[in-house]
């Protein structure tokens, strides 16, 4: 019962931090007090910065190296995207 509440305990505080629920769930669930310590520690993932893809305009986190939407590779950019614009902007 308490390995349950460790992995709930996980997959919300993951959640909120904009990752999976279920990922973190299992998580906590496997490795009780670590996993939900390390979800307080784990990044907040609508913080990470975004660039624009040149072929597309899709935007996207700094980090992908590929464009998921048409298969461009990305270039690092002169000025990312501020955090919390998503999907297609014109």
């Known amino acids: 019962m308490i ?3 460790f992995g709930l305990s996980a997959g ?3 959640k909120i931090k904009g990752s999976s629920f279920f990922l973190w769930f299992l998580i ?3 490795v009780p007090l670590f996993g939900t310590i390390a979800a307080i520690v784990y990044r907040f993932e609508h913080a990470e910065p975004q ?3 040149e072929q597309c305009g899709r935007v996207v986190k700094l980090h992908e190296q590929v ?3 048409c298969g461009r590779d990305l270039d690092y950019p002169d000025a990312p995207v501020p955090a919390g614009t998503a999907g297609h902007l014109s």
């Open 28 to 30: 906590g669930f496997c």
């Open 51 to 53: 660039r624009r893809c």
């Open 67 to 69: 464009c998921m939407t």
């Open 3 to 5: 390995l349950f509440f």
């Open 12 to 14: 919300v505080i993951g």
